[in-house]
C-alpha cells in the first residue's frame, strides 16, 4: 500500500502584528496549498521554517515567538483561548512534531519578503539532520573528531 502524501510546502508573508493575523494568513497560504495531504492525529512530523527579516526586524524578532506562531496557525489558532480553533486546524496537534529547524536572515530579492514552511513525514535518522532520534551524534561526527 503506498504511503499518505504528508509533504506540505508553502511560502509564508512577511511578519506583520497584529500576530493573529499573521497567524491567518499563514494558515491561509497553507490551506491553498494543501491539495491531497491530510494530517492524522498519529502522524509523526517535521517542520523547515525560512523567515525574512529586513536587518532591524532581524535583531528584534526571536525565533521561538515566530514559529510559535506558524504552529499556532497549523493547528488553527489565531487568538482567543488555547482550546479555540476559529480556523480548520491543518496539524491535529503540534505534539506530531518531533524535529523542527527555524532559520531567520535577510530576505533574497526575489522573496519580496516571503517566507518558507516544509511540513513532512518525520525520519529518524534522515540525512543532514543535526542528530539522530536517539540524541547521539551521528557516527560521520564521531570519526571526524566534532563529537557530540
Do not use: C
Request: aromatic share 8%; proline share 8%; charged share 30%.
Amino acid at each position: 500500500m503506498a504511503k499518505r502524501p504528508l509533504k506540505l510546502q508553502f511560502r509564508i508573508p512577511p511578519y506583520e502584528p497584529p500576530r493573529n493575523e499573521w497567524r491567518e494568513k499563514i494558515h491561509r497560504a497553507a490551506t491553498e496549498r494543501l491539495g491531497g495531504v491530510v494530517y492524522e492525529a498519529t502522524d509523526r512530523l517535521e517542520i523547515a521554517v525560512g523567515l525574512y527579516f529586513k536587518l532591524g526586524a532581524l535583531n528584534f524578532h526571536d525565533v521561538d515567538n515566530r514559529l510559535k506562531d506558524v504552529l499556532d496557525a497549523l493547528q488553527g489558532r489565531a487568538g482567543g483561548a488555547k482550546t479555540d480553533h476559529r480556523l480548520k486546524p491543518i496539524i491535529p496537534n503540534d505534539r506530531q512534531i518531533y524535529r523542527v529547524v527555524v532559520e531567520k536572515r535577510e530576505p533574497p530579492s526575489q522573496s519580496r519578503g516571503y517566507g518558507h514552511v516544509t511540513v513532512r513525514r518525520f525520519v529518524v535518522d534522515r540525512p543532514g539532520a543535526p542528530y539522530n532520534s536517539r540524541f547521539q551524534p551521528a557516527a560521520s561526527s564521531l570519526r571526524s573528531g566534532r563529537g557530540g
